[in-house]
Structure formats: C-alpha cells, structure tokens
C-alpha cells in the first residue's frame, strides 16, 4: 500500500491537532513497512529513579502506532485505540532519548494492529514492546 502522509506531513499534523506532545515526539524515518519516532526525553518524563516513567513510554507507543496508521490511511484524526497491551521490559538508559519502531499487523477497512518496540537511544535491547489495536472510522 502507497503511503498517503510522508514524514513532514505527519508531523506537521501531529503540532497542529496534538499540541500536548509537540516537540516532545517527531517522526524520524517512515517508509511501507516501518515507522521510527523519537520522544525527546526530559525532566517531565522522568519518575524517582532517574528512568522513564511508565505512562510516557506508554503515550509513545500510542502516538507512534496511531501515525503509521495515519500514514497509510491518510488524515483520520478520529482513529483510536481500542485494545492496548505493553510489556516492560528494562529500565530505559538515563539521559538517552527513546526510540520507538512500528511495524502495521494488519491494516483492515475498521481495524488496525501495530505493534511498537521502544529502545534507549544507541542501546540494542527493547525497554518496552506493545502491540495496539485501532479502530478507524468509516469513510463518510
């Protein structure tokens, strides 16, 4: 399937219509079968302990499996989640921005499931893997 949003186009969006996460997440790579974003980690995503908490590696998966979605579907901004599930699975690397790589299951004319492994920047082993189900709006 051609893609209908390019790397710019997807981030232009994501600003526009989720100002809550501007600047914070950004598409950095995307082609048919992958999409990479990056979450520019900071004091407000940190939990005692110095690591990323939880709910933001959470908020990543979701944002970036909701883009590869929008990627290959064109500008749906009434596409959600309808099933999560995430394993953590290693204290993310201190100070180290996070990667999250997604990869399109299946992509149906309703339903689409992502499946999203986060990585400390320049560390091989995954801090989180999650797999998500989306609901898309039918065509009016």
Known sequence: MALQMDR???????????PQVAGQVRVQSLDERLLISRLSVDHQHLRPGGT??????FALADV??????????????LAVTTNASIDFM????????????????????VLAVGEVLIHSEGV????????????????R
């Open 8 to 18: 710019e186009a997807l981030n232009i969006f994501l600003d526009r219509t989720f």
């Open 124 to 139: 091989e082993d995954p801090v989180a893997r999650c797999s998500m189900t989306y609901s898309i709006p039918p065509k």
């Open 52 to 57: 990323v908490s939880g709910p933001a590696m």
């Open 90 to 109: 290693r204290k993310p690397e201190a100070g180290r921005d996070l990667l999250a790589e997604c990869r399109i299951l299946k992509l149906g004319r």
């Open 64 to 77: 970036t499996i909701y883009l590869a979605i929008l990627a290959r579907i064109g500008e749906v901004a």
